[in-house]
């Protein structure tokens, strides 16, 4: 059965005279989907009985189930475990900042990026996301929370540029004037630096933030933290993030995960700088969310504001990325996995 929900609006228009009908239908349809959020064809009321049991025959309305959410006590983020037609489980997150919400979402089941600290990716890649199961994340948000979306971060599980022809629909139908019409001003696509399709990203010349897991200011310390450094060479990587902003005009943001001993000395920051000097960038540090499968420890309080003055001092524009929901089973993927491991044990 086709994804309705992943369809653009001209190829549902095409997929209305397809099936003899006006094509108007496909305006209607499309709306209530992407602005009413339905999540059923029953509640599409404007259009005729019969028409609704054609489409339930020939479509499938992707439409995400709620398992569970986890709301901190601290800042209210709230996590969010949905269930996806096929049994698996992703997680999302809400964020409420003053600037208004941004949501996180995951764009695969698992991940095969291997990343040394990251729960995503210990159970492997199951699969990629279609874009109708990325968007439903956000639309199932809204409405739980009856507030607007405002910004979008694709950085939960998965790496997104490796579910490249999925995540370019999804970002069209997202920003699409017609649905949620999310500015691409307030998208961020995070990737772990898979070079060629940084490059296919940049000649798209959208208007959303690239986001590049550095997590270290060498080649040979890149590749002890994540294993895509053997494949994509740091300079390779950092060229690509050049290209981007030529392409787009948009400031790359670097994450940089600190580690305890493991990339959090002066030495580190000062080789970072020398890296980064002469590229338009932010940097984002984030405290390292210690997963029990791994012995990495985050970095104390002096040396993470030690590392961020450095960095400032060389004119760097640098913030500590404030940690959301402690206590709410943190860091990336962790409320998925947990929920896993237990349902393993039953
Ligand atoms: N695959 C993409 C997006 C998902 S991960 C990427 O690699 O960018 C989102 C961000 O969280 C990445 O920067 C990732 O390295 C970081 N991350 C993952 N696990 C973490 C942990 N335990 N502590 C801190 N950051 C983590």
Not at 136 to 146: C, F, G, L, R
């Amino acid at each position: 059965m086709i994804d309705i929900k992943s369809l653009t609006l001209p190829e549902l228009q095409e997929e209305m005279e397809k099936i003899g009908e006006k094509k108007f239908r496909a305006g209607q349809i499309y709306e209530w989907m992407h602005v009413k959020l339905v999540d059923s064809f029953d509640e599409m009321t404007n259009l005729s009985k019969g028409l609704r049991e054609k489409l339930k025959e020939q479509y499938e309305l992707i439409s995400l189930e709620l398992v569970e959410v986890q709301t901190s006590k601290i800042d209210e983020t709230s996590k969010f475990l949905f269930r996806l037609s096929d049994g698996n489980v992703i997680e999302s997150v809400l964020m409420k900042y003053h600037h208004g919400n941004s949501v996180c979402i995951s764009s695969q089941v698992g991940c095969r990026m291997g990343c040394r600290f990251c729960a995503s990716t210990l159970d492997g890649l199951e699969r990629g996301l279609k874009p109708s199961e990325m968007l439903d994340q956000i639309y199932k948000i809204q409405k739980w929370s009856q507030e607007r979306v405002h910004n979008v971060v694709v950085m939960g599980t998965g790496e997104p540029l490796d579910n490249y022809d999925s995540l370019l629909r999804f970002i069209h139908l997202l920003t699409d004037e017609g649905g949620l019409h999310i500015s691409q001003r307030n998208l961020t696509v995070s990737t772990c630096g898979i070079v060629p399709n940084m490059r296919r990203l940049a000649d798209e010349k959208l208007q959303i933030t690239l986001a590049l897991s550095l997590h270290a200011s060498s080649q040979e310390k890149r590749k002890t933290l994540m294993p895509v450094a053997y494949k994509f060479d740091l300079k390779d990587v950092l060229d690509a993030c050049r290209y981007y902003f030529e392409q787009t005009g948009r400031r790359i943001t670097f994450e940089y995960s600190l580690v305890g001993g493991v990339n959090d000395s002066s030495e580190d920051a000062r080789e970072l700088t020398e890296l980064v000097k002469d590229l338009n960038c932010h940097i984002n540090l984030i405290p390292v969310n210690p997963i029990k499968e791994r012995d990495y420890v985050q970095s104390d309080s002096r040396a993470i504001l030690n590392f961020k003055n450095k960095l400032e001092k060389s004119g760097i524009n640098v913030t500590i990325r404030r940690e959301m929901g402690r206590d709410i089973d943190g860091a990336c993927g962790q409320l998925r996995k947990s929920y896993m491991d237990t349902e393993k044990e039953r």
